[in-house]
């Protein structure tokens, strides 16, 4: 019975190694957009950026404003192409590591986890609690003084807490990337890759 479990397991583990394929392509090109924008967002504002980089009141406080904040715009901009052709994944996920762990050290860490207050989500903090209050006593003054059902016809109001999550996520999905690389056949690290190897193969014979 067990032997019987465990080659269905093997079998099952195996079918699912040839999906590797999808799974890299599917990190990719959901953190393309995202780097892409970021960028974007960074380099049509430069200056703003490098001002917010180095305030120590208002903003960041880092060394170096112009400089950090053209690598930060160089590594998102740079890293959603290179990520969206799947070509030197491992040392293109590098740089936005390291923007990541930035991110979280220097603009969401004091937030705690949550991206968006909830007070009934896992890890809610005192902070939390306090902007759904807010968020409620927000939501009765446009019942009453507002076209309420129109402004939530898109979605229901919500209060940035801006928290690690999604950082922390996307930092875990450029983890993955550097442990797994960009996935086969869909990558043009794979091809690369393969094409060397024929070349070595070839000039061994």
């Known amino acids: 019975m067990l032997s019987t479990l465990f080659h ?40 703003d950026t490098v001002a917010w980089f180095g305030n120590s009141d208002w ?40 923007t990541m762990l ?27 609690e306090q902007a759904a209050i807010k968020l409620e006593r927000a939501r009765d003054i446009l019942r009453e003084h507002g076209h309420y059902d129109w402004l939530t016809s898109s979605g229901s109001f919500v209060v940035l807490n801006n928290g690690i999550e999604f950082a922390a996520t996307y930092l875990i999905m450029l983890l993955a990337l550097l442990v797994w690389g960009p996935g086969r056949y869909l990558s043009a690290d794979y091809w690369i890759v393969r094409y060397a190897f024929s070349r070595l193969a070839s000039k061994s014979r």
């Open 102 to 128: 930035v991110a979280i050290g220097t603009v969401h860490r004091d937030y705690g986890w949550q991206a968006i207050a909830d007070p009934g989500a896992p890890f809610a903090t005192e902070r939390v």
């Open 59 to 98: 903003g960041l406080g880092l060394p170096l404003p112009w400089l950090m904040a053209a690598l930060a715009t160089a590594a998102e901009l740079g890293g959603a192409i290179l990520l969206a052709l799947g070509l030197f994944t491992r040392a293109t996920v590098i740089p936005l590591i390291i």
């Open 8 to 47: 269905q397991y093997r079998s099952a583990v195996a079918a699912l190694q040839k999906l590797d394929v999808f799974a890299g392509l599917a990190l990719r090109v959901y953190l393309v957009p995202i780097f892409w924008m970021a960028g974007t967002q960074k380099l049509s504002h430069f200056s």
